[in-house]
């Protein structure tokens, strides 16, 4: 791993110790799960059309460790239609328009954002 990565890693760690949520993020197509730790957010789309913004919605994303999203003992990124819970609530990692459903947070791909709806 590069010094940036750890760097990088470092920082979400103690970010996390401060203000995470537990989730168990789920894929529904083969019924396997792992709980994690998350760092909350949220990202403003715009739905433009013609060059005019018709509509702008807001997802909640959650940002975990790419190490740390394992599933069946590999690591994965996230698929569409994955589910996030939190709590009592269920998110469904789902993009809005053409925008990708996921995002890694920078060059190293240390953390990934994943976009979701709340279902």
């Known amino acids: 791993m590069s010094k940036i990565s750890d760097a990088v890693i470092a920082g979400f760690k103690a970010a996390r110790t401060l203000n995470s949520s537990a989730i168990t993020y ?14 909350l957010g949220e990202t403003l789309h715009q739905i433009e059309r013609e060059g005019e913004v018709i509509d702008e919605i807001k997802s909640r994303d959650f940002l975990v460790l790419s190490s740390e999203l394992k599933l069946g003992g590999s690591e994965v990124t996230p698929e569409r239609f994955d589910t996030i819970t939190e709590g009592s609530k269920t ?29």
């Open 91 to 119: 998110f469904s990692v789902l993009a809005v328009d053409n925008e990708p459903h996921f995002r890694y947070t920078e060059s190293n791909r240390s953390v990934i954002r994943i976009h979701t709806k709340e279902t």
């Open 26 to 39: 789920t894929r529904p197509s083969t019924a396997q799960s792992v709980s994690l730790s998350a760092l």
